[in-house]
């Protein structure tokens, strides 16, 4: 809610897979409002929302791409969710005084750049406005690391790890850069990865500042797993000795001391050479004083009724509700750059209705 009382009034910026599962989060929410949609292609423009993100409904409000309007709409926050960012609509929207959170690899902004680090940050000072971006990992999952540290004396190492078979989502368009199929040893392959996952250069960066030790270097080191035989992966031409595995470690060090690493092992097969093995969760290791292990175990709601065809909706969802529900801490937080070290506690409702 505002300060008045009233609901915060938001804007969702594109309405595609993750950015419908907003479009629920903000309807389902008491203190939050839609007011406006951002349509992306043209085809979707006067469209009604509730249509676009096939809700079964229409919800009386129409996408559009004049960004004008929108900005006329006075709205609290935008729900920022394309698949690649536009910093000068990112610019925009904040000098004119609008909250951001964004879903677009966005954590503190170094992977953007510093150049566009420093355009957005000023941008946001100047419109008295914050910019706050998460997802499930990088965001929910660098954020809980941190909090796992409160019970030590000291902590000497961070290490978040996502490990997953992805081939069920491996068709979508941000799957493109990470090179599924791709021959083993084709030149640049590891370059190319390091670019698709730079947001996790921020997420090193924000748990290392949160924890009070910034880092003066952050490195990648990229592995490949291959396909044993030729794989099923829906939207992805996978054969046999090709690209099926990916193991990304972004690793920050403090005085010539490694302190942080965000790592993710990705697969889209099972049948793999090296046979690596898949958690199927997300994985907290805290070196200290004492040591401290968690494993995030993301499940549907109703294991009974949840199927595979199911699972990439689950997925956008998780990637959703973080800067959803984060809406309410950033209208309130201060101008710039904002991160989990800023905001006061990000939680979702108790809903009631027992187990």
């Not at 993100?53 to 609290?76: E, F």
């Not at 850069?177 to 090193?204: I, K, N, Q, S, Y």
């Amino acid at each position: 809610m505002a300060q008045d009382g009233r609901p915060l009034r938001v804007v969702q910026w594109t309405t595609g897979k993750v950015a419908s599962e907003a479009v629920k989060g903000v309807l389902d929410h008491p203190g939050l409002e839609l007011v406006g949609a951002y349509a992306f292609s043209k085809d979707k423009v006067g469209e009604d929302v509730g249509t676009l993100c096939r809700l079964g409904r229409t919800l009386g409000v129409t996408a559009t791409d004049d960004i004008d309007a929108l900005i006329a709409l006075r709205p609290d926050c935008v729900v920022y969710a394309p698949l690649r960012p536009d910093l000068d609509h990112l610019t925009r929207l904040l000098r004119a005084g609008i909250n951001v959170v964004s879903t677009a690899a966005f954590i503190t902004g170094r992977s953007y750049g510093e150049a566009a680090r420093a355009a957005l940050d000023e941008a946001a000072k100047a419109g008295a406005a914050s910019l706050y971006g998460g997802g499930i990992n990088p965001g929910f999952a660098d954020h809980l690391a941190t909090v796992a540290t409160a019970p030590c004396r000291e902590v000497r190492h961070v290490r978040v790890t996502e490990s997953f078979n992805i081939g069920m989502w491996a068709a979508d368009a941000n799957q493109d850069e990470l090179g599924w199929g791709r021959p083993a040893g084709d030149p640049g392959h590891a370059d190319d990865v390091r670019a698709a996952t730079a947001v996790f250069a921020d997420a090193v960066e924000s748990i290392a500042d949160h924890l009070g030790l910034p880092v003066d270097d952050i490195r990648c080191e990229v592995d490949f797993a291959h396909a044993a035989s030729d794989a099923d992966v829906p939207g992805r031409d996978v054969r046999r000795g090709t690209v099926a595995g990916l193991d990304v470690r972004w690793i920050g060090s403090a005085g010539g001391t490694d302190v942080v690493e965000a790592h993710v092992r990705w697969t889209v097969a099972a049948d793999l050479d090296p046979a690596w093995e898949v958690a199927s969760a997300y994985l907290i290791e805290v070196a200290g004083t004492p040591q401290i292990s968690l494993r995030l175990d993301v499940l549907p709601a109703d294991l009974a009724t949840f199927t595979l065809d199911d699972a990439p909706a689950l997925g956008w969802m998780i990637t959703a509700m973080p800067v959803v529900n984060a809406i309410p801490a950033v209208v309130a937080a201060r101008p710039g750059i904002v991160t989990h070290a800023d905001l006061t506690p990000v939680v979702s409702r108790l809903a009631g209705g027992g187990r």
